[in-house]
């Protein structure tokens, strides 16, 4: 199989080859198929990885990095709903007030920051544009970051409230 010179990718797949721009000068290359590899890796020992936080362990860490954030910027009106019961999207739902859109912004971005310091990848954030509400999905945990004109108007307490 041939290597593009300089890219190191096969021209048939385009797919990156682990040869080194020296083994393309010293015609050192070895072939391989797909099975070869699959093969390789298979055979690989396998590592012990740590045991991954239980699902409640998981929301309860990511509660309190938002919470911190959301503290380290100011929000008001933090409030947290459990919607385990009502909702099969995400466990919690953090709604915070911000006091204007640029501050509704950089309570969503600290969010965001945070949480990715701490291993929760944000799954997306919707909102940034208009800045009144902002929505920062981190999958067990859903932030809604608003201004509180639009948070009384959408009024997301009494609409996840549990029904009691």
């Known amino acids: 199989m041939d290597l593009h010179p300089r890219m190191n990718l096969e021209p048939t797949t385009g797919h990156s080859s682990p040869a080194t721009h020296s083994d393309l000068n010293a015609g050192n290359l070895k072939q391989s198929s797909v099975k070869d590899r699959t093969l390789n890796e298979s055979a690989a020992p396998e590592t012990k990885k740590p045991s991954p936080l239980t699902s409640e362990q998981e929301v309860a860490a990511c509660l309190e990095i938002v919470r911190l954030a959301l503290v380290d910027v100011k929000a008001q009106n933090i409030v947290e709903l459990d919607v385990r019961g009502i ?25 965001s920051e945070e949480c990715k310091k701490a291993g929760f990848r944000p799954i997306g954030m919707e909102g940034e544009r208009d800045a009144e509400w902002i929505l920062v999905d981190l999958g067990l945990v859903v932030v809604h970051v608003m201004l509180p004109t639009a948070r009384t108007f959408y009024d997301l307490e009494s609409l996840w409230k549990p029904q009691a």
């Open 87 to 111: 909702s099969n999207v995400s466990d919690v739902l953090v709604i915070a007030s911000g006091t204007s859109t640029r501050h509704v912004k950089a309570l969503a971005n600290n969010v």
